[in-house]
């Protein structure tokens, strides 16, 4: 720390004494801390910083959202502005009118992939940025909220809890900065809406309601406080996930069953603004499967609840030759691809299937056939220490029994990877460096403690990262305790399942539905899935 002042105030006889040097290391441990939102204050037990350095602090939090060129911003949004399309410059008018006259009105922008969404809300974003008005965009995953400028997950912005019920509240306190930051907002922007459960918008709501009413007492009858919102997606795409739920709890998780939404002002874009004329008709087919009106086989089998057997134009259909392993290896012409695993072949294309199991299995089958030797990783796995249970349970469960649990979203005990194998983040590690949930890369390196890999998704793609082993723990446990899995954040992803898709640009995309239908459904269509 001496060293580092001494080259900031370029004066190498300058002195330090004990409290000078705590005081700068807890200034740079709270700068380190801002970068996650997070701040030395939320730990009772850690010295703390004086009230005036921390607000300086947290003045830079509030320049970094500004920190951009007015006369740039402005030029985009002139271009962007006159190139909307009808739809797209109604609901522009309609924001900008609201965040204006601080109308605080709620939208939802309706919308299916590639109807121009994101590029709209980037015209309204160069507005507000040009006029230096605030506005957080936010999305329920972090890879959609990759897409938005300075996006980041709802979750994350918000401090939205986990454990959700229908009186959550999020964790924001009055006086922080990110209160602060919550107030100075004219816009907020939540990108893949119905994705997120509806107690989430609901925590939010009630959240801004208080903040905003401490000042304006009439804050605390209008939806988030009076600011105004755009919710943003489309409900055929995935809808909120509910463990072991059935379709009606799917549906009851909704933002559609929410309170909130009798004050939304719902607007559609319907013009496919990505596609070419020629993909028309595989676009039109697919929103009519999504809005159950596409042609369908009468089949007297099927339950009621299942729906019904909808028909795949035969051009889309591989018949599977029984050996389905070895069909999509063909199928993906991976036998060519897979030696090397380049941008084009990750980014631009993905196996898809709805099972985990099936993911896992056309992983090991493709992972197989990559040249190269595997080398295997196993986690460390123990109970969590503030069990309740601890050391009476502990003697109970052997450590070959923790091993073999697994969760969604934790990987996998035993962790088999190559060089050149393409691999997906599992969890929200930095979103502003863009490693978040869904963030792909390309193994480069494999190391005994440290792995490193190529990003080939998002705006930092081409740049490496060293990944660490880090302690991960499944958010919602049936069992007694809570294991602790140290392994690396990281799966195999020639394959993934359609949920976890959700948010990803793909060119090429081979469905493969096993059981429910015994075929393949190869195509080809740039959308988000
Ligand atoms: N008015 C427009 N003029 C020109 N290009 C546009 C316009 N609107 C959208 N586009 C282009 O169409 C493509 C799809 O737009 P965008 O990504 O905004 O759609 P989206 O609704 O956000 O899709 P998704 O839900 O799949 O993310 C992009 O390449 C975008 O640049």
């Not at 922008?109 to 709209?120: E, F, R, V």
């Not at 929103?287 to 596409?294: H, I, Q, R």
């Not at 990877?417 to 929200?428: C, E, F, Q, S």
């Amino acid at each position: 720390m001496p060293y580092k002042q001494r080259k900031i105030f370029n004066f190498q006889r300058l002195h330090l004494e004990e409290p000078d040097i705590q005081k700068y290391t807890l200034i740079e441990i709270e700068k380190i801390m801002h970068q996650y939102e997070h701040s030395l204050t939320e730990f009772e037990d850690m010295p703390q910083l004086e009230v005036d350095v921390l607000k300086d602090l947290g003045n830079s939090l509030l320049n970094e959202e500004s920190r951009y060129n007015v006369q740039k911003e402005k030029k985009d949004h002139n271009k962007l502005l006159s190139s909307l399309n009808v739809q797209q410059k109604q609901v522009y008018d309609a924001v900008m009118e609201s965040v204006e006259n601080g109308l605080g009105k709620l939208f939802f922008l309706y919308g299916p992939g590639g109807t121009g969404k994101t590029y709209l809300y980037s015209t309204i974003i160069s507005e507000l940025r040009s006029e230096r008005k605030n506005f957080l965009p936010v999305a329920s995953s972090g890879i959609a909220a990759l897409l938005l400028p300075a996006g980041r997950t709802a979750h994350s912005r918000f401090k939205i809890p986990m454990d959700l019920n229908e009186d959550s509240l999020c964790h924001i306190k009055p006086g922080t900065i990110l209160a602060e930051l919550i107030e100075k907002t004219d816009l907020i922007i939540w990108d893949e809406a119905p994705m997120a459960h509806r107690y989430a918008f609901e925590a939010v709501d009630r959240t801004l309601r208080d903040l905003m009413s401490m000042k304006k007492s009439k804050a605390k009858d209008q939806p988030f406080g009076g600011k105004t919102v755009i919710l943003g997606g489309d409900f055929r795409q995935t809808l909120p996930v509910i463990p072991q739920g059935s379709r009606a709890d799917t549906v009851l998780a909704s933002i559609k069953q929410s309170y909130l939404w009798d004050s939304c002002k719902v607007f559609s874009l319907k013009k496919n603004m990505r596609l070419q004329e020629s993909q028309g008709n595989f676009a039109a087919w697919l929103l009519s499967v999504g809005d159950g009106t596409a042609p369908t086989n009468e089949t007297k089998d099927v339950n009621e609840d299942d729906g019904q057997m909808v028909v795949v134009d035969p051009k889309f259909i591989m018949q599977s030759t029984g050996d389905h392993l070895q069909d999509i290896f063909k199928a993906t012409n991976a036998e060519n691809k897979l030696s090397k695993s380049t941008y084009a072949s990750v980014t631009e294309r993905a196996i898809l299937t709805p099972r985990n199991e099936t993911v896992d299995e056309i992983n090991t089958y493709m992972l197989e056939h990559l040249p190269g030797t595997s080398k295997e990783y196993l986690s460390l796995d123990s109970m969590g220490k503030g069990d309740t249970v601890n050391t009476a349970y502990e003697s109970l469960y052997i450590v070959e029994y923790f091993n073999s649990l697994e969760f969604p979203g934790l990987p996998k005990h035993q962790l088999a990877l190559k060089v050149g194998a393409p691999i997906m983040l599992i969890r929200n590690i930095n979103q502003k460096e863009g490693l978040c949930n869904g963030t792909r890369l390309i193994v480069t390196r494999l190391g005994k403690r440290l792995i490193e890999g190529e990003r080939v998704t998002g705006t930092h793609a081409g740049q490496k990262v060293i990944l660490p082993r880090i302690i991960l723990s499944p958010p919602d446990s049936k069992h007694p305790f809570t294991l602790r899995r140290r392994q690396f954040p990281v799966r195999v992803c020639y394959a993934m399942t359609v949920n976890k898709t959700q948010g990803q640009s793909l060119k090429s995309v081979l469905l493969f539905c096993l059981n429910q239908f015994s075929v393949m459904v190869s195509c080809m269509w740039r959308s988000h899935v």
